[in-house]
């Protein structure tokens, strides 16, 4: 802050060369200034009470103003504002000039400094704004203050040598007056240095708040007061450091006592120093039980502790170190430990430890580790479950396969007993031919279970009328019961129209048919019924007064191979994979199956319910169009390494009027192509060396433009194999054993 007293001559500031040495003593509010003090003096204060100095200052201005003087304040607003209210002659406005003191230092600041061209004319417009007033003008500015705040010293000290060039031109007197809060301590010696170098006399308050001129004594006072204020400063920050300080201890002390975490300190030798609470009560220990003992006594395992203390006494740091604690009660607690020793000229004096614990983690570890351990146990046994099922299903397939191709042999060979017309053997054909049509059927059965388990049974779709697939079922049914002496009773709603596959839903009616058949003794009774069971919805049952179901047997009834209490003379038969069959398609369709008994000897039910779907009214059935009379005429080649088949299947088509040629292996077939020049060739897929599918693929080759018309012979039915069959070329797929009718229509165009 700079206190300026200038003289004006003339209504105008003279910028004439002053005497240097002169100084002029600050006058108070009570007192005029003095004839015989100098009045080109250069003045600074050093203050800590600025409200004290706001008080001087007013009288300052009013004592310029009193004696017709005027006055220029360059001060903040909250300090302008104070000195307005402090004025006793606050109404000479014409003499008086207020401007604000961070505005006008940006006017003089040029690249961080004062500028001396922009101070002067600073001066000339305070000087035009006071108008023509002769006497002395007193000034009032912060700038200074402002710049050592900002912590510009170097400015500042600018702006007095400023002041200082100014009062060789002019007649003026300058206070400056600087807080001593802008040199704080020892460090701002030198910048306290220089503000006294540019000044001729020094002040500040004296013990009692008064001003005290120090101009008369050496300037070393001054500084002895600034070390003084900056000692004080510098032990109220000691004091204050040494507070933090001790607070800190206390919170630390605080902090680890009273931490969720164990914590505890062992000294070189192994004894425990100190613990926390968190530690005794993790434990259960009292401090006297546990501090002042070895560490090694609580731990269960005397190898890990021995590894803890060799690591730490090397240097080394322990994280997340697995170890087993005694407890007071005899309890062992699993914790963790994070562990480092504190050194001092190389020797260790003490450990730092954390003790966790983690027993809940130790327990879900070895949970984890079982449940691994059972999750692997059953990935193995899954896999074994799911390789022996793969084989079981293998198995099925070939058996199937196997089983039908001796049967196509005897389904050929009755064609030809048949068509012989031989009266003598009558009954013994016909039991053969039935006995036949049953294996057939187990066949086919044991066939679709080996598709159904790898879900390989696909639906035909068709609209109409539900009777007609129940009177299949009837008809497939027929022979057992009448040969059990069954009476069958066939209750179906008319109209009930339904969207499914006929044939498959046939194949579920006629296995609870003939299960029915089984499980009932001769002469019993049997009922097919079918109704509507709701909106969508179809239900058909099949019950009997059989021997009936247990209750544990009712949810195992359709289980794959699952049969019931036998009779040592197995007289019901059967593999049990008719049910099984029966879930499987009707599920296939959306709809389920249930089997119902009141116990053994009560007779039971079997309830299956299908959705109908939206089906459109069907149109009548096209009548079945009459098979074609054979062909004859035509050249047959018939490879299959069964001779039987092949000889059987040879002599019924000879029978029918083909010419037959009949081979059992792929290298005969092919030698002789080219002479008989076949027009059909009936191959079997099956074939050693050479399949069918090779087979036909040379035979077309060897025969050129010459038309031959292929059909594949299998035990394989599925739809991947007839479009595979398809692909090679193939025009029909027959699956054995072919039945008659197949074999008359192979030499249909």
Known sequence: MTLLNLTLTAGHIQFAPATKGRTIVLIHDDAAPQENHEDNAHIVRFYDDDALLMEEVAGFIDAALSIGGAGLVIATPEHAQALRAGLKHGDAAARLVFLDARATLERLMVAGQPDEGRFKAVIREAQARLGQHAGTLHAFGEMVALLCADG???????????WNALSEEVRFSLFCAYPWQAFPNAEFAAQFDQVCAEHQHACSHNPAGALHDVMGQPLHLARL???????????????????ALQRREQELADFVENAAEGLHRVGADGTILWANKAELQMLGYRWEEYVGRHIAEFHVDADVIDGILATLCSGGTLIDQPARLRCKDGSVKHVLIHSNGCFEDGKLRYTRCFTRDATERHQRDEALARLERASAERERLIEELTSANRTKDEFLAMLGHELRNP??????????????????????????????????????????????????????????????????????????????????????EQGMEWEGDPTRLA???????????RYT??????????????????????????????????SQVFGLFFQGKRSVDRVEGG???????????????????????????????????????????????????????????????????NVDAAETLGMLLGAYGHAVEVFHDPASALGAATRMRPDIAVLDIGLPVLDGYELGTRLRALLGEHPCRLIALSGYGQDADKARSEAAGFERHLVKPITPDQVARLAED
């Not at 007061?225 to 507070?243: G, I, N, S």
């Not at 069971?533 to 007064?545: C, E």
């Open 152 to 162: 510009n010293y170097s400015a500042a000290i600018r702006l007095e040598q400023l």
């Open 225 to 243: 007061e600034r070390k003084a204020m900056a000692l004080d400063a510098e032990v109220a920050r000691r004091q204050e450091a040494e507070r």
């Open 407 to 492: 049967l196509s042999p005897i389904v050929t060979a009755l064609q030809l007993m048949r068509m012989r017309a031989e009266p003598s053997a009558l009954r013994e054909r016909e039991i053969i031919e039935r006995q036949v049509e049953h294996l057939v059927r187990l066949v086919d059965d044991l066939m679709d279970v080996a598709r159904a388990t790898r879900g390989q049974i696909e639906l035909k779709s068709e609209r109409g009328d539900i009777a007609a697939p129940l009177a299949k079922a009837v008809e497939m049914a027929g022979p057992l019961l009448e040969q059990r002496g069954h009476h069958l009773s066939v209750e179906v």
């Open 507 to 517: 194949q579920v009616v006629s296995n609870l048919l003939t299960n029915a058949a």
């Open 521 to 554: 003794d001769n002469g019993g009774a049997v009922t097919l019924s079918a109704r509507r069971d709701g909106a969508g919805w179809l239900r058909i049952g099949v019950r009997d007064n059989g021997i009936g179901l247990a209750p544990e047997m009712l």
């Open 575 to 641: 593999l049990g994979i008719g049910l099984a069959l029966v879930k499987n398609i009707v599920e296939l369709h959306g709809g389920t199956v249930e089997a119902h008994s009141a116990g053994p000897g009560c007779g039971s039910e079997f309830v299956v319910r299908l959705p109908v779907h939206a089906v459109a009214p069907a149109s009548a059935d096209e009548p079945a169009a009459a098979p074609p009379a054979p062909a004859t005429g035509r050249r047959i080649m018939v490879v299959d390494d």
